[in-house]
């Protein structure tokens, strides 16, 4: 409150200096008439604080009277403060409305003078509403707006608190607090500055422009750090205009689709019945013509899909859904013969009551361009995409991702490696080799294909996927090696360990059991192919260049010589 | 600042977003535009791609793709004209499952309603705008996705329109994946920079839905377009650090350095990628000088010397080279390690080969010191191949390099009273000089001689900047010192000034007029606060030199973010005319 104090209390007589301690000049205004509204009060007035009313000389002066008096009330009076700001509101309100009607009901030769007032007090409340933000000197802290009670004392010889900063504090390197966490740094530390509020936090529209440390600025500068997910870039989604423009437009056509929709299947129908004998066959041309409203024909001299003109060769034809006068030129495509029962099952896909088939393939119905995309291209795309074109793919994917999902299962569950891991890792291996050999295959036959000029269906973009999916695997290989020389490494270990205690045991080698052989020559197999593999990885790599990883193969190819010789010599003589 | 990480983010985003979740994990076909597909490459790698599920990658454009229903595909495009057609007609005839589209920018209205007027099979599932139209060359250097000549070819000062939309959507894309509503400081002697700044100044009010929602900054960042004529000489002067002499002698093309043409390069050193982002050790000696990256190098072959134990003196990069060549399987380690030994070992090549020393002592002296006398008796001597070596005259010296001492030397003694160009010119080409070359000094004096540049107060491009009394720390933002002994790093480029006049708030606002969006009103560039965030626009090109120098500022200096960017990459030949 003793800010507010009415420093101006008697000059402005009328004014209570009373207990709110919130000047009313209000009371000033409006309790003098516009007689009173002479032009040197109008100067006097126009140049007193309308907070604490004490006269000024320049409104300059004013300004920096608002600033400096009223602008910073001492912390902890926040309520005292909001309640002043609402009564100071209130008065103003007050005093341009009042000074409204004065210049309503004022004479002509006074109602300038009287804006002039008004326009000054209300750049005054301007002033004084906004000298936070956009004032145009910019706000810089003080004591009496950023609280200090936090900061850290200089006490005894301390250094900088920026990590890795020797310097003394004091003297020529500078003692300074950062404003927003009050520990002390040197003067080259609190080079940052960011707007802080009364409670020390950030506020870049009204907040004062404080001096701070490196860390502070660092983490409450908002979006300063662009790695940082949470301040993550502007991404405008338009998915929703998007959709609702897709509406618009294709409501119609989406209308005009269901019309042709069921002309065709009215007509399909009617195909059927002449078939079945009941309708007369002579009535087909005006049952078509009545169901698709014909264009006359000899009003038209031009196609009305590729524009050319029709003569002798270039006849005229309707299509049977839409009614168009269309070429049947069959290089153009503007329309076409279908035959009927490939319509049928065309329009089967997706209807509730299936058309039935027609028993004579030779009917054919004829359709132009348009109306055969509009007919067909969602029904034949809804086909296509359950036919399953690619289901070796993505039965290797599946395979590939799935074993993926166990590893990496796998490692969170049993902790960093297992031989559990070996097999599954050996899967994977093997999925590579079948995906090489399939892109060799595919390959192969595309250039077959090109030799016979046999148009075989091998899409280039199938292979370039199975490559893809090859140097996956590679990469996942690649990846987990490291984890997978380990867990062999510790099989070998333990299968020594296992030998030698044999060896304690039986001295002797034992014959082998039937089903032994049988196992051990498995486990050979196995364990050749997977030599076989590892060589074949090695030798790409050889080729490639990637020689980091070579010398894990090679580790790993010599453990795997190893353990064939073992079971070699296992199983002695009976090795095949 | 790193715009990596923006693009990073942005790369997520666009990959990681599940299409169809039903589905559970996707393949996915990529497709993307001539642009796009730049942009990409400058930023991931495929094997990146690839591990984030993305099996086919194609252009958009090419019609031969096959039918594959199962896979579901992302598109990555530019919203511009004939990619929005070329999509159309792709969902028209649907090869993939389902689509989702990013444009790499914002989207037209009436692109939209095309997209949508085509999408009647309802094959898009999600459009979303984001913004990355523009290469990310350094953590803080971009430039524009194509190649195109920024000024007319009539009129100088004036914009070739093609460029001109290009860099307006560019770096408003630039703008908003950084969320920044800047203030504009433009040079105003410069038609081109008041163009494009009024026209973002518009764009930005236009669009203020999207400016609107960007979050409020303690200070708005600045965005500062500048001419290159105002600073013709940086771009003349051979570079001495790293990157920008791998662009001068070798030349970067996205991120990649095309050494197919060089005899006995192994296959896999054909084509080498130079990106910040993926290889440490550049990212490293990026910005080293000549020595230093000699040092670097050695050291990087020391490490792995002491890995393999092998012991043998490496003093000169002759030695350096003999060694890796006879050490195959210390080769083996490192592609990496031969790739930059091949790269400075062609540069040294180069180097030698235009003696470049006694020309850039020479370039650095003509730049900085105000010596006539010697500086022209060095100059004819080198224009006339008079220079003597052991009694033998050494070969001539290149065409270009003596174009290039010849326009410095043109642009620095322009408005001296005793300049002896026109004898210089007249002589040269009785000695069979090309007309066409001396006619590019010419040119060069005519668009950004003295007459055109700005007359920046007492200021001269020609000064040391260190020298000036500024000092090396400006309002808590500490600039490199260079006035070191190393005679070839001498000069350093007038954009060093213009920062640090700008830091301390003293660029004179007659010289660089200011720009303010609506809503940015009460800024008044007069505040004790410097810029925070900066975005540089050099209208011409840039060069790799000022991006080493805003590269060490972000370094050096937590508490500003600076950008730089502009309409091209120079080297000195592009920049003179001769490529």
């Given at each position: 409150?003793?800010?507010?104090?009415?420093?101006g209390?008697?000059?402005?007589?009328?004014?209570?200096?009373?207990?709110?301690?919130?000047?009313?000049?209000?009371?000033?205004?409006?309790?003098?008439?516009?007689?009173?509204?002479?032009?040197?009060?109008?100067?006097?007035?126009?140049?007193?604080?309308?907070?604490?009313?004490?006269v000024?000389?320049?409104?300059?002066?004013?300004?920096?009277?608002?600033?400096?008096?009223?602008?910073?009330?001492?912390?902890?009076?926040?309520?005292?403060?909001l309640?002043?700001?609402?009564?100071?509101?209130?008065?103003?309100?007050?005093?341009?409305?009042?000074k409204?009607?004065?210049?309503?009901?004022?004479p002509?030769?006074?109602?300038?003078?009287?804006?002039?007032?008004?326009?000054?007090?209300?750049?005054n409340?301007?002033?004084i509403?906004?000298?936070?933000?956009?004032?145009?000197?910019?706000?810089?802290?003080?004591a009496?707006?950023?609280p200090?009670?936090?900061?850290?004392?200089?006490?005894?010889?301390?250094?900088?608190?920026?990590?890795?900063?020797?310097?003394?504090?004091?003297?020529?390197?500078?003692?300074?607090?950062?404003?927003?966490c009050?520990?002390?740094?040197?003067?080259?530390h609190?080079?940052?500055?960011m707007?802080?509020?009364?409670d020390?936090?950030p506020?870049?529209?009204?907040?004062?422009?404080?001096?701070?440390?490196?860390?502070?600025?660092?983490?409450?500068?908002q979006?300063?750090?662009?790695?940082?997910?949470?301040?993550?870039?502007?991404?405008?989604?338009?998915?929703?205009?998007?959709?609702?423009?897709?509406?618009?437009?294709?409501?119609?056509?989406?209308?005009?689709?269901?019309?042709?929709?069921?002309?065709?299947?009215?007509?399909?129908?009617?195909?059927?019945?002449?078939?079945?004998?009941?309708?007369?066959?002579?009535?087909?041309?005006?049952?078509?013509q009545?169901?698709?409203?014909?264009?006359?024909?000899s009003?038209?001299?031009?196609?009305?899909?590729?524009?050319?003109?029709?003569?002798?060769?270039?006849?005229?034809?309707?299509?049977?859904?839409?009614?168009?006068?269309?070429?049947?030129?069959?290089?153009?495509?503007?329309?076409?013969?279908?035959?009927?029962?490939?319509?049928?099952?065309?329009?089967?896909?997706?209807?509730?009551?299936?058309?039935?088939?027609?028993?004579?393939?030779?009917?054919?119905?004829?359709?132009?361009?348009?109306?055969?995309?509009?007919?067909?291209?969602?029904r034949?795309?809804?086909?296509?995409?359950t036919?399953?074109?690619?289901?070796?793919?993505?039965?290797?994917?599946?395979?590939?991702?799935?074993?993926?999902?166990?590893?990496?299962?796998?490692?969170k569950?049993?902790?960093?490696?297992?031989?559990?891991?070996?097999?599954?890792l050996?899967?994977?291996?093997?999925i590579?080799?079948?995906?090489a050999?399939?892109?060799?295959?595919?390959?192969?036959?595309?250039?077959?294909?090109?030799?016979?000029?046999?148009?075989m269906?091998?899409?280039?973009?199938?292979i370039?996927?199975?490559?893809?999916?090859?140097s996956y695997?590679?990469?996942?290989?690649?990846e987990?090696?490291?984890i997978?020389?380990?867990?062999?490494?510790?099989?070998?270990?333990?299968?020594?360990?296992?030998?030698?205690?044999?060896?304690?045991?039986?001295?002797?080698?034992?014959?082998?059991?039937?089903?032994?052989?049988?196992?051990?020559?498995?486990?050979l197999?196995?364990?050749?192919?997977q030599?076989?593999?590892?060589?074949?990885?090695?030798?790409?790599?050889?080729?490639?260049?990637?020689?980091?990883?070579?010398?894990?193969?090679?580790l790993?190819?010599?453990?795997?010589?190893q353990?064939?010789?073992?079971?070699?010599?296992?199983?002695?003589?009976?090795?095949? | 600042?790193?715009?990596?990480?923006?693009?990073?983010?942005?790369l997520?985003?666009?990959?990681?977003?599940?299409?169809?979740?039903?589905?559970?994990?996707?393949?996915?076909?990529?497709l993307?535009?001539?642009?796009?597909s730049?942009?990409?490459?400058?930023?991931?790698?495929q094997?990146?791609?690839l591990?984030?599920?993305?099996?086919?990658?194609?252009?958009?454009?090419n019609?031969?793709?096959?039918?594959?229903?199962?896979?579901?595909?992302?598109?990555?495009?530019?919203?511009?004209?004939?990619?929005?057609?070329?999509?159309?007609?792709e969902i028209?005839?649907?090869?993939?499952?389902?689509?989702?589209?990013?444009?790499?920018?914002?989207?037209?209205?009436?692109?939209?309603?095309?997209?949508?007027?085509?999408?009647?099979?309802?094959?898009?599932?999600?459009?979303?705008?984001?913004?990355?139209?523009?290469?990310?060359?350094?953590?803080?250097?971009?430039?524009?996705?194509?190649k195109?000549?920024?000024?007319?070819?009539l009129?100088?000062?004036?914009w070739?329109?093609?460029?001109?939309?290009?860099s307006?959507?560019?770096?408003?894309?630039?703008?908003?994946?950084?969320?920044?509503?800047?203030?504009?400081?433009?040079?105003?002697?410069?038609?081109?920079c008041?163009?494009?700044?009024?026209?973002?100044?518009?764009?930005?009010?236009?669009?203020?839905?999207?400016?609107?929602?960007?979050?409020?900054?303690?200070?708005?960042?600045?965005?500062?377009?500048?001419?290159?004529?105002?600073?013709?000489?940086?771009?003349?002067?051979?570079?001495?650090?790293?990157?920008?002499?791998i662009?001068?002698?070798l030349?970067?093309?996205?991120?990649?350095?095309?050494m197919?043409?060089?005899?006995n390069?192994?296959?896999?050193?054909?084509?080498?990628?130079?990106?910040?982002?993926?290889?440490?050790?550049?990212?490293?000696?990026?910005?080293?000088?000549?020595?230093?990256?000699?040092?670097?190098?050695?050291?990087?072959?020391?490490?792995?010397?002491?890995?393999?134990?092998?012991?043998?003196?490496?003093?000169?990069?002759?030695?350096?080279?003999?060694?890796?060549e006879?050490?195959?399987e210390?080769?083996?380690?490192?592609?990496?390690l031969?790739?930059?030994?091949?790269?400075?070992?062609?540069i040294?090549?180069?180097?030698?080969?235009?003696r470049?020393?006694?020309v850039?002592?020479?370039?650095?002296?003509?730049?900085?010191?105000?010596?006539?006398?010697?500086?022209?008796?060095?100059?004819?001597?080198?224009?006339?191949?008079?220079?003597?070596?052991?009694?033998?005259?050494?070969p001539?010296l290149?065409?270009?390099?003596?174009?290039?001492?010849?326009?410095?030397?043109?642009?620095?003694?322009e408005?001296?009273?005793?300049?002896?160009?026109?004898?210089?010119?007249?002589?040269?080409?009785?000695?069979?000089?090309?007309?066409?070359?001396?006619?590019?000094?010419?040119?060069?004096?005519k668009?950004?001689?003295?007459?055109?540049?700005?007359?920046?107060d007492?200021d001269?491009?020609?000064?040391?900047?260190?020298?000036?009394?500024?000092?090396?720390?400006?309002?808590?933002?500490?600039f490199?010192?260079?006035?070191?002994?190393?005679?070839?790093?001498?000069?350093?480029?007038?954009?060093?000034?213009?920062?640090?006049?700008?830091?301390r708030?003293?660029?004179?606002?007659?010289?660089y007029?200011?720009v303010?969006?609506?809503?940015?009103?009460?800024?008044?560039?007069?505040?004790?606060i410097?810029?925070?965030?900066?975005?540089?626009?050099?209208?011409?090109?840039?060069?790799?030199?000022?991006?080493r120098l805003?590269?060490?500022?972000?370094?050096?200096?937590?508490?500003?973010?600076?950008?730089?960017?502009?309409?091209?990459?120079?080297?000195?030949?592009?920049?003179i005319?001769?490529?």
């Amino acid at each position: 409150m003793s800010k507010k104090r009415v420093l101006g209390a008697s000059q402005a007589d009328h004014a209570p200096s009373g207990l709110t301690g919130i000047p009313t000049p209000s009371s000033s205004s409006s309790a003098s008439p516009s007689s009173s509204s002479s032009s040197s009060l109008i100067a006097t007035e126009a140049l007193r604080c309308p907070i604490c009313n004490e006269v000024m000389l320049t409104l300059h002066q004013l300004n920096r009277h608002l600033d400096d008096e009223h602008s910073s009330p001492s912390p902890g009076s926040t309520d005292n403060n909001l309640q002043f700001e609402t009564d100071f509101k209130n008065w103003f309100k007050k005093t341009v409305v009042a000074k409204a009607t004065e210049i309503v009901n004022s004479p002509q030769g006074q109602s300038q003078r009287g804006s002039t007032k008004i326009e000054l007090s209300a750049s005054n409340y301007s002033e004084i509403s906004n000298d936070e933000g956009s004032n145009n000197a910019p706000l810089m802290e003080n004591a009496s707006v950023i609280p200090r009670d936090h900061w850290q004392r200089l006490n005894g010889a301390m250094t900088c608190n920026m990590d890795g900063c020797p310097k003394k504090l004091g003297g020529k390197f500078g003692t300074v607090n950062c404003r927003k966490c009050g520990k002390l740094f040197c003067n080259q530390h609190t080079l940052f500055r960011m707007k802080l509020d009364r409670d020390l936090n950030p506020d870049p529209i009204q907040g004062y422009w404080s001096r701070c440390c490196q860390d502070c600025f660092l983490s409450y500068r908002q979006g300063w750090n662009l790695s940082n997910p949470s301040s993550s870039n502007l991404l405008i989604d338009k998915g929703v205009t998007f959709k609702r423009l897709r509406d618009q437009k294709i409501e119609n056509v989406k209308l005009e689709i269901v019309t042709l929709e069921n002309r065709s299947i009215k007509l399909l129908q009617t195909l059927k019945q002449i078939e079945d004998g009941h309708i007369p066959a002579r009535n087909l041309k005006t049952i078509e013509q009545g169901l698709a409203n014909w264009v006359d024909s000899s009003q038209v001299i031009e196609c009305s899909i590729c524009h050319t003109a029709f003569n002798f060769w270039n006849r005229k034809h309707h299509c049977r859904v839409c009614g168009l006068v269309v070429c049947g030129d069959v290089s153009r495509g503007c329309s076409m013969d279908v035959p009927a029962n490939i319509f049928v099952d065309i329009m089967n896909t997706d209807q509730e009551e299936k058309i039935q088939n027609l028993e004579d393939v030779n009917w054919t119905v004829r359709l132009c361009l348009n109306c055969k995309q509009k007919l067909f291209n969602k029904r034949l795309l809804f086909q296509s995409r359950t036919s399953d074109s690619l289901s070796e793919f993505l039965h290797f994917f599946a395979q590939v991702k799935a074993l993926e999902a166990k590893i990496g299962n796998k490692r969170k569950v049993d902790g960093p490696f297992d031989l559990g891991h070996v097999e599954l890792l050996g899967k994977m291996e093997r999925i590579g080799k079948l995906v090489a050999n399939k892109i060799d295959g595919l390959e192969h036959s595309l250039e077959q294909g090109k030799v016979k000029s046999q148009s075989m269906q091998i899409k280039i973009d199938e292979i370039k996927l199975y490559k893809s999916l090859k140097s996956y695997i590679i990469l996942f290989l690649q990846e987990n090696l490291p984890i997978l020389r380990k867990a062999q490494q510790e099989k070998l270990r333990k299968e020594q360990k296992e030998l030698e205690s044999q060896s304690y045991s039986k001295p002797a080698k034992p014959k082998l059991l039937k089903k032994e052989i049988r196992e051990y020559r498995e486990k050979l197999m196995v364990l050749n192919e997977q030599k076989f593999m590892v060589q074949n990885l090695y030798e790409d790599y050889k080729k490639r260049k990637k020689f980091d990883d070579l010398k894990s193969l090679e580790l790993n190819l010599s453990d795997l010589q190893q353990e064939i010789d073992s079971v070699q010599n296992q199983l002695g003589d009976n090795a095949f | 600042m790193d715009l990596y990480a923006v693009a990073q983010h942005y790369l997520d985003r666009i990959l990681e977003s599940e299409p169809d979740p039903a589905a559970g994990e996707d393949i996915k076909v990529l497709l993307l535009d001539s642009v796009t597909s730049s942009v990409i490459s400058m930023v991931t790698t495929q094997s990146e791609l690839l591990k984030k599920d993305v099996f086919l990658i194609d252009k958009l454009d090419n019609f031969q793709r096959d039918n594959l229903r199962n896979l579901a595909c992302i598109c990555f495009v530019q919203p511009s004209s004939a990619t929005i057609g070329d999509l159309a007609k792709e969902i028209a005839n649907p090869n993939y499952k389902n689509y989702t589209v990013y444009f790499s920018n914002t989207v037209s209205r009436s692109h939209l309603e095309r997209l949508a007027e085509s999408d009647d099979l309802e094959m898009i599932s999600k459009v979303v705008e984001v913004f990355q139209d523009y290469l990310v060359v350094n953590s803080s250097l971009f430039t524009m996705p194509q190649k195109l000549a920024p000024h007319s070819p009539l009129v100088h000062d004036s914009w070739n329109q093609p460029a001109f939309d290009q860099s307006l959507q560019s770096l408003m894309s630039v703008l908003l994946s950084l969320k920044y509503k800047p203030v504009i400081r433009y040079e105003s002697n410069s038609k081109m920079c008041a163009k494009l700044a009024n026209a973002i100044n518009f764009e930005i009010n236009s669009n203020q839905m999207l400016f609107g929602q960007l979050p409020a900054r303690d200070l708005p960042p600045s965005l500062l377009v500048l001419d290159r004529k105002n600073d013709p000489i940086t771009p003349l002067l051979f570079p001495w650090t790293y990157q920008s002499m791998i662009h001068e002698l070798l030349g970067i093309r996205n991120n990649t350095v095309d050494m197919s043409q060089m005899a006995n390069v192994s296959e896999e050193l054909k084509e080498l990628v130079v990106n910040e982002q993926t290889d440490q050790f550049y990212k490293e000696s990026m910005y080293l000088n000549f020595g230093d990256l000699s040092e670097s190098l050695k050291k990087f072959i020391e490490t792995y010397k002491a890995k393999t134990k092998t012991s043998s003196n490496i003093s000169s990069i002759k030695d350096m080279k003999f060694f890796l060549e006879n050490y195959p399987e210390f080769k083996k380690t490192s592609i990496n390690l031969s790739k930059h030994m091949l790269l400075s070992t062609e540069i040294d090549k180069k180097i030698n080969q235009l003696r470049l020393w006694e020309v850039g002592e020479l370039e650095q002296s003509l730049a900085t010191n105000d010596n006539s006398s010697a500086d022209l008796a060095e100059l004819e001597d080198l224009l006339f191949d008079r220079k003597l070596q052991n009694g033998q005259p050494l070969p001539p010296l290149d065409e270009n390099t003596k174009l290039k001492l010849l326009a410095l030397y043109a642009l620095r003694y322009e408005a001296h009273a005793s300049s002896q160009l026109s004898r210089l010119t007249r002589q040269l080409q009785q000695t069979g000089f090309p007309a066409h070359k001396l006619e590019l000094v010419k040119t060069l004096l005519k668009n950004s001689g003295v007459a055109q540049r700005l007359k920046d107060d007492d200021d001269s491009i020609f000064e040391k900047v260190s020298n000036s009394a500024m000092g090396n720390v400006i309002n808590g933002i500490s600039f490199a010192d260079n006035s070191d002994s190393n005679v070839y790093m001498q000069h350093s480029p007038r954009l060093k000034q213009v920062l640090m006049k700008l830091f301390r708030n003293k660029l004179n606002p007659k010289n660089y007029t200011l720009v303010k969006p609506n809503g940015l009103e009460s800024y008044t560039g007069n505040d004790k606060i410097p810029d925070q965030e900066l975005v540089i626009f050099i209208v011409g090109g840039v060069t790799y030199e000022e991006a080493r120098l805003v590269a060490e500022l972000n370094k050096t200096n937590k508490n500003v973010k600076l950008v730089i960017g502009g309409t091209s990459i120079l080297d000195s030949d592009t920049f003179i005319g001769l490529k």
